[in-house]
Nanobody, 125 residues
Framework: QVQLVESGGGLVQAGGSRRLSCAAS????????MGWFRQAPGKERDFVAL????????YYADSVKGRFTISKDHAKNTVYLQISNLKPEDTAVYYC??????????????????WGQGTQVTVSS
């Protein structure tokens, strides 16, 4: 079993920054990748970014490229999502998720095995 715990959300003004954290525990040694997704009220859960568990590769949604950065601290088994130059449309619950297997499309939430509880990010204009 794997447990994921997110933190770092909150209220931030447009143009501001936050660092979201996702601490993983349990049987993570066989993991392939961790992704961040977000879900705004009344909308689907959308891909934001992912990092392979080795940390060697990262991928971003077009809407966040250049503003968000995903990284991993191997010693702490924690993945970070630095979100910067925030816009009101970035307001959402942000979730981290872990998959144990490679899939052709890692940008869909369906392939992820474990999910955190989510952390709310609210961007005021």
């Amino acid at each position: 079993q794997v447990q994921l715990v997110e933190s770092g959300g909150g209220l931030v003004q447009a143009g501001g920054s936050r660092r979201l954290s996702c601490a993983a525990s349990g049987r993570t040694f066989s993991s392939y990748a961790m992704g961040w997704f977000r879900q705004a009220p009344g909308k689907e859960r959308d891909f934001v970014a992912l990092i392979t568990w080795s940390g060697s590769r990262t991928y971003y949604a077009d809407s966040v490229k250049g503003r968000f950065t995903i990284s991993k601290d191997h010693a702490k088994n924690t993945v970070y999502l630095q979100i910067s130059n925030l816009k009101p449309e970035d307001t959402a619950v942000y979730y981290c998720a872990l998959t144990a297997n490679y899939y052709y499309n890692l940008k869909t939430p369906d392939v992820y095995d474990y999910w955190g509880q989510g952390t709310q990010v609210t961007v005021s204009s």
